[in-house]
């Protein structure tokens, strides 16, 4: 029967979540909010309009969301010939495709974002298929993405694990019935991703190929 591995991409296998951080606070800042930088690296890991919401409230100017969007889409776009992947995240994949894991992406980004970090990453020939934000209708932390994966995958949750940097990604997991695995590479503390549904934290890529043999992923 099939085993899927889920990976998240944004902090969890490329290190852009501090770019998102500063390009979402300059798209605000431009706007006319003051948005604390420490309040939008919390946030990161939502979808736009869903990260838009949590720092602005519902009682934000709703048609001013897609201008923030867009801007940050434009200035987040600047890095995209440069996004850096994190050590061994190619080679981590490639690994657990050796092993016998259907390695399959799930990830808010899409289009060209998207397109940008799979270059990044340079592990297209492991990775079976992508669940990404133009295939769901929720963003995590609904378990839509992941559970989305796992139709790719043809696995069933059980049998699956997904490897995440945010608690938006193990609440999703979680809800979507899987085994969760947490990177510290995307900036959140280890206590919170353990809080929100980890069963096991790494600090990375490199640390979690180094020690696959021991994880969840073994």
Same mark, same amino acid.
């Given at each position: 029967?099939?085993?899927?591995?889920?990976?998240?991409?944004?902090?969890?296998?490329?290190?852009?979540?501090?770019?998102?951080?500063?390009?979402?606070?300059?798209?605000?800042?431009?706007?006319?909010?003051?948005?604390?930088?420490?309040?939008?690296?919390?946030?990161?890991?939502?979808?736009?309009?869903?990260?838009?919401?949590?720092?602005?409230?519902?009682?934000?100017?709703?048609?001013?969301?897609?201008?923030?969007?867009?801007?940050?889409?434009?200035?987040?776009?600047?890095?995209?010939?440069?996004?850096?992947?994190?050590?061994?995240?190619?080679?981590?994949?490639?690994?657990?495709?050796?092993?016998?894991?259907?390695?399959?992406? @799930?990830?808010?980004?899409?289009? #060209?974002? *998207? &397109?940008?970090?799979?270059?990044?990453? /340079?592990?297209?020939? !492991?990775? =079976?298929?992508?669940?990404?934000?133009?295939?769901?209708?929720?963003?995590?932390?609904?378990?839509?993405?992941?559970?989305?994966?796992?139709?790719?995958?043809?696995?069933?949750?059980?049998?699956?694990?997904?490897?995440?940097?945010?608690?938006?990604?193990?609440?999703?997991?979680?809800? @979507?019935?899987?085994?969760?695995? #947490?990177? *510290? &590479?995307?900036?959140?503390?280890?206590? /919170?991703?353990?809080? !929100?549904? =980890?069963?096991?934290?790494?600090?990375?890529?490199?640390?979690?190929?180094?020690?696959?043999?021991?994880?969840?992923?073994?």
């Amino acid at each position: 029967m099939t085993r899927a591995a889920v990976f998240d991409i944004d902090g969890t296998l490329v290190d852009t979540n501090h770019l998102h951080v500063t390009t979402w606070w300059e798209a605000f800042r431009q706007a006319g909010h003051r948005v604390p930088m420490h309040a939008v690296h919390r946030a990161v890991g939502l979808g736009s309009d869903d990260l838009i919401a949590h720092l602005l409230g519902d009682d934000r100017d709703k048609d001013e969301d897609a201008e923030l969007s867009a801007a940050h889409k434009a200035l987040y776009g600047q890095y995209f010939d440069r996004l850096p992947p994190l050590r061994d995240a190619g080679p981590l994949l490639r690994r657990l495709r050796d092993d016998g894991w259907t390695v399959v992406l @799930a990830t808010s980004a899409s289009g #060209g974002e *998207l &397109s940008a970090l799979r270059r990044a990453i /340079d592990a297209d020939d !492991a990775i =079976a298929a992508t669940a990404s934000a133009d295939d769901v209708a929720q963003g995590k932390p609904s378990p839509e993405p992941v559970q989305h994966a796992l139709e790719l995958a043809g696995a069933p949750a059980e049998r699956a694990v997904f490897v995440g940097d945010t608690v938006w990604d193990m609440r999703a997991g979680r809800r @979507a019935g899987v085994r969760c695995v #947490g990177v *510290l &590479s995307g900036g959140t503390p280890r206590a /919170d991703l353990l809080n !929100a549904g =980890a069963e096991a934290v790494y600090d990375g890529p490199a640390d979690l190929l180094a020690s696959l043999t021991a994880s969840p992923l073994a």
